[in-house]
């Protein structure tokens, strides 16, 4: 079993930047394929970013592209996405996600271990 602890969440100004963090518990890490979703009330949850094994491939949604960086450390069993130029859309509950299959995150409901996700709230 994966557990993931999530944390950096909170409030920020329009332009501004959040780092969140999603630790991860277990001996198997690297062998885990790991993103970031993004949901708000009355809406499906969105992908926003995944990283490979080792974090040599990422691959983001259009919305944040350019201005969102998932990055992991394999050693501290960490990944991070560091949001840049926030916008008030940017607003939402994000949870850190692990799978081993790649394919996994192109549904969210194929996930198969989800972090407790911190508010991010964007004021203009």
């Known amino acids: 079993q994966v557990q993931l602890v999530e944390s950096g969440g909170g409030l920020v100004q329009a332009g501004g930047s959040l780092r969140l963090s999603c630790a991860a518990s277990?001996?198997?890490?690297?062998?885990?394929?790991m993103g970031w979703f993004r949901q708000t009330p009355g809406k499906e949850r969105e992908f926003v970013a995944r990283?490979?094994?080792?974090?040599?491939?990422?691959y983001y949604a259009s919305s944040v592209k350019g201005r969102f960086t998932i990055s992991r450390d394999n050693a501290k069993n960490t990944v991070y996405l560091q949001m840049n130029s926030l916008t008030p859309e940017a607003t939402a509950v994000y949870s850190c996600?692990?799978?081993?299959?790649?394919?996994?995150?192109?549904?969210?409901?194929?996930?198969?271990?989800w972090g407790q996700g911190p508010q991010v709230t964007v004021s203009s």
């Open positions: 996600a692990a799978d081993r299959l790649i394919e996994s995150y192109s549904r969210s409901s194929s996930i198969d271990y």
């Open positions: 277990g001996r198997t890490f690297s062998s885990y394929v």
């Open positions: 990283s490979s094994w080792r974090g040599g491939t990422t």
